[in-house]
């Protein structure tokens, strides 16, 4: 084919491609930062009502010498889990009766208790302020975390849906740095907001330009790096991801106050704003899209940089359209969404792939976004996702290589599920066992990432790929919003969340096998490259 022909003439691997890898993956990093952050910010500290005898300091005075703070909790809240002080009710009067030795629960009933009417008191050992201190997300109000989250999580389904056609219609590079732009400054909008409905409305709009920022990295990578480093380069890319774990994991150790955390996280975007304008646009997509004298620019750009300047130099519009006619003439069928649903190859393309990538996003951010519920170290175990995370997924590109994509999008989807499966069979005392579980399975979800995240690219032409992969993410955020709510029909069975977690992976992973094989294929243009594969 003509472009790779062209790729290789000023180089597909060369110091160019290197110097994209570091420019791109470090807002990857950034942006998983943003993705994870809720773990932290909207963590839900240990939490009490507020009582007049303990919380009062001129009353509290009169009782110092006589009662300790045990003996007024006593008295003044009613236990709840694990006998220790209820998180959401107190005593309309203290019970007296209570600091009785031989006193039990049974001495007080439910007509003496009453809501926190005059707020609660926070444990702030762990965190000093999160958007649940702030706000008083719990009690009554609990709900609105999971809803903080879910809208998050909905700005990056909407963000997928609308960045993936602007980008095939403008271009990857312009879309990619005007979403730096949007991160840098709702990211830091986020942190002085006073109520929360504008807290939802800016991390909505994070979201919308972090989707923004995933697809177009990925598309980036691939289209300006030859097909012999494709998977290496896409290995690299999805190691941005596990590094950020690892980065929110260590930021979030050292910085506990929520709005310093969000700007910390946030600001760096501004710097990605600044030198995205040296990075060149896709010169695939140029030539694609009939812009063969910018694409040619672009060209001869990477060729100087990679120490090609003669051969880049060698490169001249008639000889670039030369090369580019053949494609241009086979491109007959509109190149739309309507393409992708009417062509039957790329329909069955794009259903498995959409069911891969839901899978996938349900699957993580089902039990990802929930790491307080595993009862650990929650910086430890972010950390840890990421630190698995890294040998997964270099060994992903060990298999990708050697076994091809079809099969390793396959394994790297039913076992997770296996693993997910096997959890629902340890007992609930055995913690660590099912920690360790947790986080292998959530590490086998990301080798399926990079493993979705290549056959994707691969599977659909230039002139349509930013658009599938658009739906693919919708896919895949679609699933990262039903993931969490799966969790609410542990009320009619506790092992029921875990065995949705697991089937749906191993579904996808099936699916996946009618895919077909792209190993070592050059990349397709146009839809008829597509249908002669």
């Not at 107190?90 to 005059?118: G, I, K, V």
């Not at 389904?157 to 990857?172: I, P």
């Not at 976004?369 to 840890?384: E, R, T, Y």
């Amino acid at each position: 084919m003509a472009f790779p022909e062209l790729l290789d003439q000023v180089g597909g691997q060369g110091r160019f491609q290197m110097l994209q890898t570091v420019a791109l993956l470090i807002p990857i990093m950034c942006a998983t930062t943003q993705n994870m952050l809720e773990n932290f910010s909207a963590a839900v500290p240990s939490h009490r009502c507020w009582v007049p005898l303990l919380d009062n300091s001129t009353i509290q005075a009169s009782f110092s010498g006589t009662l300790n703070t045990e003996a007024i909790l006593a008295i003044s809240i009613p236990q709840g889990a694990n006998r220790q002080p209820h998180p959401c009710l107190r005593f309309r009067q203290p019970q007296w009766q209570l600091l009785d030795p031989n006193a039990t629960a049974t001495n007080w009933s439910e007509a003496t208790t009453e809501p926190c009417m005059d707020g609660w008191v926070y444990d702030y050992r762990t965190f000093t302020s999160t958007i649940v201190t702030k706000w008083d997300l719990v009690c009554d109000s609990q709900a609105l975390k999971p809803v903080a989250q879910s809208i998050y999580l909905a700005g990056i389904l909407v963000g997928a849906a609308v960045c993936g056609r602007a980008s095939d219609r403008f271009g990857r590079r312009m879309v990619l740095t005007w979403s730096y732009l949007l991160i840098a400054v709702s990211g830091t909008v986020v942190t002085f907001v006073p109520i929360f409905p504008l807290y939802c409305l800016f991390r909505f709009l994070v979201a919308f330009a972090v989707a923004a920022v995933m697809m177009n990295t990925s598309s980036l990578l691939m289209e300006w790096t030859s097909a012999q480093a494709r998977v290496l380069m896409m290995t690299l890319n999805s190691l941005g991801f596990s590094f950020g774990h690892i980065l929110i994991a260590a930021v979030a150790y050292g910085v506990r106050d929520w709005a310093l955390l969000q700007l910390i996280v946030s600001t760096p975007f501004f710097v990605c704003f600044v030198y995205s304008w040296w990075l060149p646009e896709s010169a695939r997509w140029l030539l694609s899209t009939g812009m063969l004298e910018q694409g040619l620019q672009e060209l001869q750009k990477v060729a100087t940089i990679n120490r090609k300047k003669a051969a880049g130099e060698a490169l001249t519009g008639e000889a670039v359209l030369s090369a580019m006619q053949e494609e241009q003439s086979r491109t007959q069928a509109p190149a739309g969404l309507a393409a992708l649903l009417r062509i039957p190859g790329l329909r069955l393309r794009l259903w498995v792939s959409m069911m891969c990538w839901f899978a996938f996003g349900f699957t993580f951010y089902g039990l990802a976004l929930d790491l307080q519920a595993l009862g650990s170290n929650i910086f430890l175990l972010q950390m840890l996702i990421g630190v698995v995370d890294i040998p997964t997924k270099v060994g992903t590109k060990v298999l990708l290589s050697h076994l091809g994509r079809r099969p390793s999008q396959a394994g790297s989807l039913v076992l997770p599920g296996l693993c997910i499966l096997a959890n629902m069979l340890v007992p609930h005392e055995m913690g660590a066992l099912r920690s360790t579980l947790a986080v292998l399975g959530l590490g086998a979800v990301g080798a399926a990432f990079t493993c979705v995240s290549i056959s994707s690219g691969e599977l659909f032409p230039t002139v349509l790929r930013m658009t599938a992969v658009g739906l693919c993410q919708v896919a895949a955020r679609g699933g990262a919003i039903l993931g969490p709510l799966v969790r609410l029909l542990s009320i009619y069975s506790p092992s029921l969340p875990l065995t949705i977690y697991g089937a749906v992976p191993i579904l996808s992973g099936v699916a996946a096998l009618l895919l077909p094989e792209t190993r070592n294929l050059p990349l397709p243009d146009t839809i008829q490259d597509v249908q002669n594969q």
